[in-house]
């Protein structure tokens, strides 16, 4: 794994299997790993390895065992927290910033110990986060318009790709979108009418985000032409999972110490 000074690590590594299902699944990786010009040694890395099937050259997406909410004593000791304990990090707090092909962040970097100040705008502003980095999600509803749904807890989820939930709440949402078909929990939706749809307003736990069609609709190409779908995909299990395809869109401030999340304005846009 390549890092930087910064403690930083690029997302886009290196090890490319084939796994098939959308669930996270993890090849575990035993290493000793460098951070700057020290090294962290026995400790267990998962990376989270997916590619859609009818989506030729799609990106992976990346889990890494170990940067867990803070066990407060009670678990082994997550890599993250090592680190601080040994004083490799000013911070026990690590953040992700995603960007498409950037000249330094390739396709992102995980940043461990400090903020990376110009990776986004404004302030970063913190939501209280519970057990495994499950946060209250007050409503998903449509900008000055109508509520779709109320009231659940979601977990923010670097492993996962879209933003999971429940077949019935998903498809309320997609339901305002020209869905022209739905395979393996996906919905395709009609590229043309890209600029027509809705922009989501989501309030997480207080703090509200909004998200435009550019941002909850991927555009992908291949030999046959163009296609697109929704960031919003159903599972069977109970429960919401907010993944990369909802936190590309924000510098993101993982704090175990303080249980809480960060969230500030991405300066760069993963496409």
Partial sequence: IKTRVDHSIPLYLSSRENYRGKRRIFQLLEKT???????????SFGLGQYIIDDIPGSQMFHGIVGLSAHTGGQLPETFVGAMFRRRLIEEEIFSFCFASNHEYLGDGVIVFGALLRWC?????TYIPAGENWSVLVN???VYEGQLLVNSFSAFVDTGTQFIDGPR?????????????????????????????????????????VALTPREYVSVMRNDTGEFCFSAFSYHEQPGWYFGTMFIRNFYTVFDPRRSRIGFAQACFRFE
């Avoid at 022209?180 to 703090?207: A, H, M, W």
């Fill in 33 to 43: 790993t460098p951070v700057g010009d020290r090294q962290i040694s026995d400790f």
């Fill in 120 to 124: 986004y705008n404004g302030e970063v």
């Fill in 139 to 141: 409503f998903i509803g």
């Fill in 168 to 208: 019935t709440e998903i498809d309320r949402i997609n339901g305002l979108l020209d869905v022209v078909r739905v395979r393996d929990e996906i919905y395709y939706v009609n590229c043309s009418k890209i600029p027509q749809y809705p922009t989501f307003l989501l309030s997480l736990s207080g703090l509200q």
